[in-house]
């Protein structure tokens, strides 16, 4: 889902589902994360950075450089990990060190050289 595509930068959240609670009989909010919607976010995040003309921040099972790469040739300015620091709460940190032996590796000057190298009419 796209939360919000009014003034600001605004991310893309998990995939949500609602069901219903059998015995209580009112709906309940549930929603999946981690690397199972990743291809989803990235259509997702390649979806709005061509609709709107403010930020797209990615995420959606981020958590790997290879991940960050992908989402910022789809078209985000910057991404977010969430569901990574639930299996290691240092996740952000190792992957920042990750990113930068990365780059490093594939000769990548600037992440920013890469937002949007996807993008296609
Ligand atoms: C335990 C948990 C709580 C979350 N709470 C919120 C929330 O309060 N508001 C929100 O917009 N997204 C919330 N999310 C969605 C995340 O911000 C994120 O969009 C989603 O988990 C996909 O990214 P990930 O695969 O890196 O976790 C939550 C996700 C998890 C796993």
Do not use: N, W
């Amino acid at each position: 889902m796209i939360r919000g595509l009014g003034r600001g930068p605004r991310r893309l959240q998990g995939v949500g589902q609602i069901a219903r609670d059998g015995e209580a009989g009112h709906g309940v909010g549930a929603g999946l994360s981690g690397p199972a919607i990743k291809p989803i976010a990235l259509r997702m995040v390649y979806d709005a950075a061509h609709a709107v003309k403010i930020p797209v921040i990615g995420m959606g099972g981020i958590s790997a450089p290879a991940d960050v790469v992908e989402f910022m040739l789809a078209g985000a300015s910057a991404v977010q990990v969430g569901t990574a620091s639930y299996f290691d709460p240092v996740a952000t940190e190792t992957l920042v060190e990750e990113l930068t032996a990365y780059c490093r590796e594939h000769r990548i000057e600037r992440l920013s050289d890469l937002i949007g190298g996807l993008l296609t009419d």
